[in-house]
């Protein structure tokens, strides 16, 4: 019995994170957009720039970013995690601000 209503909490808890990751994606996702519009228009200048050695060192700096991402993750994905969650709260706690007083 308790292992049963342990998988419900389970699933339940991942229902209210994919809800709230579902009702939060915009304003993830443009900024990720943007930073991704960013990287390709660089990646575009440095092969027209540079040709294939341009292409060489771009490709040789993005792994090296994504290896350091990876190898850093069990850093930053925690903080990253802390955070949302400190914001969330203050975001929830506040109160809606107060309209100004005409005389």
Do not use: D, N, Y
């Not at 040709?51 to 993005?62: E, K, P, S, T």
């Not at 190898?71 to 802390?82: G, T």
């Amino acid at each position: 019995m308790r292992a049963a209503f342990e998988a419900f909490l389970k699933i339940l808890l991942v229902l209210v994170v994919a809800l709230i990751f579902a009702h939060f994606a915009p304003a993830v996702a443009m900024p990720l957009a943007v930073v991704l519009a960013l990287i390709l228009a660089v990646a575009a200048l440095v092969v027209m720039v540079g040709g294939i050695a341009g292409a060489a060192v771009l490709f040789a700096a993005l792994l090296t970013a994504v290896v350091l991402a990876a190898a850093l993750s069990p850093i930053w994905i925690p903080v990253a995690v802390i955070l949302g969650i400190i914001w969330l709260i203050k975001k929830l706690s506040s109160s809606p601000a107060q309209p100004a007083k005409t005389a």
